[in-house]
């Protein structure tokens, strides 16, 4: 089986779109605040992660950060910035809990195969699966990486640059908070000095695109 | 073997029982609803006589039927006789019965494991469990108490929806029942029939490029007359967000649609949309969408219609400053309610009277409740006197349950019942509030009811299986104003 919905979205496909500034990258933490993966059980506020629920992501000419914990298909911790390093890249973050999201890699890839004039892509998990019932916070990364073989068997993906960034929602420093998404896929292109070129957010109408 | 009276009497005293007698009153132990007279717990639970406490296990896969006044379970039903393979019930609303220990119909909803606290998202437990709804009903009227399943909701209209349901009061009483799913984004409302008829069902999809929400009607296939949503069909998102995944990377259309809420006098509902922290107010009447209602504090009392386009209704949503859990009506219909969370922790109270929802505005807000404690579940009292709410709190912390007074939108009383709190449902009689409490599904857990009129815990009754929800079956359809319709 699939992991995904067999759903055809009839509805519109969303839109590309370019964000010039982001308030996510502007994130300024209050001194002493208690931030939301405390211990307390806090959780944040609106100023702590952008300002409201939907923040715009990180956007055209700014650098991409990947300065944050991600991890590849052995489970070994890597550097994100050396996947993209001196490449012309498509970053796509996306969410294995979301069929929209796991379709959407297929397509990615296809297209990047016909249109995407050598593009290196780099595709990241931003979610760990569940631990609660199979060991705990400690196996989060490693059953998210069992998903993440599962997902490229499955999908018969070719892409080898698969990693897995776990991301604390409620954290401002966590992936999405950082990154200023809400909504996955999300697609950074960014050029080999890792500046961003374009961001896309949500499942795209590839066939519909010209070159990247 | 049947036991006759005479034979067990003749029978107990030949075995030298003593006090045989007092322990038969009117009803022996022998019939369908156990008469604790002579037990030493009788005096305490007595006053609740009258009350049936439905409790879905969302952990154990069964539903129990709790007579508060003995108290005992009088029967309890299995989710896996129904076949599904870890059944995983969720949310419950009871019909009105003069006579709950006779017999009353219910309605449950259940949800795939890849759930809160059971948010296994991984490949092993991917086919496991099933959304479904079920119309069921108890039996008391013979020996032997049973709960069967009438109907599977699910599979008669095609479409299956695995959270809240709330069943219509006053303009809507004896007509409909409402479902609704935040991992599709869907609401069904249905007749109450035996078979349920298919009403209207709405979707619910944001655009987070234009910054608008799309609700739409959504209809069946003409010719099987269902729609093609059952199972996991539909699905944006393997597992029902929890508490705080507001803020989490998902289907960039997903809102999470939490519940409809029912106007106990005018012929209005609302459907919850916790993402988003708003409420699209429809006209049940014509099932028009005729207002999105913005929660937070700080944001306008409602956002604009930008279009109408056939029967999809589009809203400008251009800043979402707090997400909500749950939204609703307190018994008199005065005020619309709204538990906004996570980011501002808050009540916001709406006026609801005017025959025009656009004109509904927040008069005031219940505040106070710092970073860690998110207000989720309302439950109502008969006169509307006091409104109370669950505070849900992550570990370490416990949550608490709290009485406002709907004059001063003040709280004026707060218990901490135990770990995970959830939903609060009033006694028949209006004089208890019950609420439930699941232990983050693993630890303490229980039943408790508090006396509403002086704050004090009447009684606390162990409740394993991750409750997470319970009714008090109503006993009228007035009653069921104050039970699982105007609020959730």
Known sequence: ?212 | MSINRRQFMKNAIAAGMAGTATMLGSRSAFSAVHDPVGEAQADLFRKFKGNVVLLPSKYGGYVQAMDLSTPETLAWYSYGLHGIDMPIPHHIAAMPSKDPYKGFDFYQTMQPPAAPYVNENSPEWRNRGDFKMFKMRYDGSGKQNSITVVNDIGETTGMSLGVHVSIGVGENANKYVAFADGQKDMVLITDIGDNPKIVKAFRADYDPVARQLNISHVFPDSTTGKFDYVGRKGMKTSHEAMLGEELMPADPTAVFVDAFTWHPTLPFGAILIRRLGCCAIVDTRTWEVVSLLSTAKGSPDNFPLVKQTGFTWTFAVPSVLTPLHEAGFVTSGEYFVACNNVLQNNIAVYRSTDENPNKWKKETFVEGFGTKYLPLHMGNVPDSRFAFFTMWARKPNNGYICKVDTKTWKVVAKWDTGPDPHTCDCTVDGKYMTTVYSGHQAGQSGLVVINIANDKIEARLPCPGGMHDHVVVPESWEGLKYSRSTSV
């Not at chain 1, 939907?54 to 052995?74: I, R, S």
């Not at chain 1, 892509?121 to 490693?142: E, I, R």
């Open chain 1, 1 to 212: 089986m699939k992991i995904r919905a067999s759903e055809n979205r009839a509805s519109g496909r969303i839109k590309s779109i370019c964000v010039s500034m982001s308030a996510a990258a502007l994130l300024a933490l209050p001194a002493g605040a208690a931030l939301a993966d405390s211990k307390d059980g806090t959780f944040p506020t609106a100023d702590q992660v952008g300002g409201q629920v939907y923040t715009d992501p990180v956007g055209v000419g700014k650098q991409l950060p990947l300065d944050f914990d991600a991890y590849d298909m052995d489970g070994k911790k890597v550097d994100l910035a050396d996947a993209i390093a001196g490449k012309r890249s498509m970053v796509v973050f996306f969410i294995s809990a979301v069929p929209v999201s796991v379709e959407e890699l297929v397509k990615i890839e296809n297209y990047a195969r016909s249109r995407g004039k050598g593009i290196n892509l780099v595709f990241v998990n931003a979610d760990t699966v569940g631990s609660a019932l199979q060991g705990g916070p400690k196996m989060a990364v490693p059953n998210t990486v069992k998903t993440m073989h599962l997902i490229k068997k499955e999908q018969k993906l070719q892409t080898r640059q698969l990693f897995v960034a776990p991301n604390d929602a409620l954290s401002p420093t966590g992936v999405s908070n950082r990154l200023g998404f809400r909504g996955l896929p999300t697609s950074f292109v960014v050029d080999k000095n890792g500046v961003i070129e374009k961001v896309f957010v949500g499942p795209q109408d590839w066939n519909k695109k010209g070159a990247i």
